[in-house]
T-cell receptor, first 113, second 112 residues
Framework: DTGVSQDPRHKITKRGQNVTFRCDPISEHNRLYWYRQTLGQGPEFLTYFQNEAQLEKSRLLSDRFSAERPKGSFSTLEIQRTEQGDSAMYLC???????????FGPGTRLTVL | QKEVEQDPGPLSVPEGAIVSLNCTYSNSAFQYFMWYRQYSRKGPELLMYTYSSGNKEDGRFTAQVDKSSKYISLFIRDSQPSDSATYLCAMKKGVFTDKLIFGTGTRLQVFP
């Protein structure tokens, strides 16, 4: 399967803990995106990369959130000092052209207790 | 006011019906329009991708874009129970940003 993969699929953590999610894009896709989706809402944009460069960050991405794509392949999204409001589905997508389609992974569901 | 408005439903139809799903938007800068299907607790799956105004057909799915009215539609012909899912419209403003703006999604139920 050459689709977007995300790990872990589910994460349960206690408030105040740090969590890290990984996304592996479709091979040779140079653009990678992170979105967050809460229940009953559409995904909301967080940030995106072209190769290893982070080109745009949403105001939703507070100082507790950081994303990296060190070698232009996989990406990680870290949330420090998690809060209950961080509970959501974190989605990763990738695309290969500036105006191209974005293909999503299965998501990582985060529950903060 | 949200940039993209979408009726959350649920929309319940019998098998074989023609389904019409719609979104309106407020920003005329949007140029690329997409429809995604999302099953419960799964990632969104791209169904249709269109640029500017007009129609696009793919199997049982037809996407329509009316930029003058800021209105997009997805039609599903001969609906099946397996079409039961949430349908998300999404759009972006063009070459200077890749950020997708989504509607809230419409939940569709197709009953046998």
């Amino acid at each position: 399967d050459t689709g977007v993969s995300q790990d872990p699929r589910h994460k349960i953590t206690k408030r105040g803990q740090n969590v890290t999610f990984r996304c592996d894009p479709i091979s040779e896709h140079n653009r990678l995106y992170w979105y967050r989706q809460t229940l009953g809402q559409g995904p909301e944009f967080l940030t995106y990369f072209q190769n290893e460069a982070q080109l745009e960050k949403s105001r939703l991405l507070s100082d507790r959130f950081s994303a990296e794509r060190p070698k232009g392949s996989f990406s990680t999204l870290e949330i420090q000092r998690t809060e209950q409001g961080d509970s959501a589905m974190y989605l990763c997508a990738s695309s290969d052209t500036k105006a191209g389609e974005q293909f999503f992974g299965p998501g990582t569901r985060l529950t903060v207790l | 006011q949200k940039e993209v408005e979408q009726d959350p439903g649920p929309l319940s139809v019998p098998e074989g019906a023609i389904v019409s799903l719609n979104c309106t938007y407020s920003n005329s800068a949007f140029q690329y329009f997409m429809w995604y299907r999302q099953y419960s607790r799964k990632g969104p799956e791209l169904l249709m991708y269109t640029y500017s105004s007009g129609n696009k057909e793919d199997g049982r799915f037809t996407a329509q874009v009316d930029k003058s009215s800021k209105y997009i539609s997805l039609f599903i012909r001969d609906s099946q129970p397996s079409d039961s899912a949430t349908y998300l419209c999404a759009m972006k403003k063009g070459v200077f940003t890749d950020k997708l703006i989504f509607g809230t999604g419409t939940r569709l139920q197709v009953f046998p």
